[in-house]
């Protein structure tokens, strides 16, 4: 059984940081694609790490967001800095064979950026 399970998430101050982590059960992160959506009115994929190749980001995260990969610990980050209130949401962490298929899901996680 595939299970995805994020974590820190919380309430931060506009400018400030947070690290969202996604632990992984029942597959490889290194051998699949991972990927951070966030819902807010709709949802936006946020950012992509593939199996080989670049990590691709939203035009509206760009040089904030760093996604990355410990394939020791089977988990996927989401390291986000200067945050801004329009990135408050709901985050999910996914996972999928190739780089633009999302085959299992994460819970999601809170996130809440006050002005």
């Known amino acids: 059984q595939v299970q995805l399970v994020e974590s820190g998430g919380g309430l931060v101050q506009a400018g400030g940081s947070l690290r969202l982590s996604c632990a992984a059960s029942?597959?490889?992160?290194?051998?699949?694609?991972g990927f951070w959506y966030r819902q807010a009115q709709q949802r936006e994929l946020v950012a992509t790490i593939p199996?080989?190749?670049?990590?691709s980001y939203a035009d509206s995260v760009k040089g904030r967001f760093t996604i990355s990969r410990d394939n020791a610990k089977n988990t996927v980050y989401l390291q986000m800095n200067s945050l801004k209130p329009e990135d408050t949401g709901v985050y999910y962490c996914?996972?999928?064979?190739?780089?633009?298929?999302?085959?299992?899901w994460g819970q999601g996680t809170q996130v809440t950026v006050s002005s």
């Open positions: 996914a996972a999928g064979a190739g780089r633009f298929r999302q085959d299992y």
């Open positions: 029942g597959i490889i992160f290194g051998l699949n694609a």
């Open positions: 199996i080989i190749g670049s990590a």
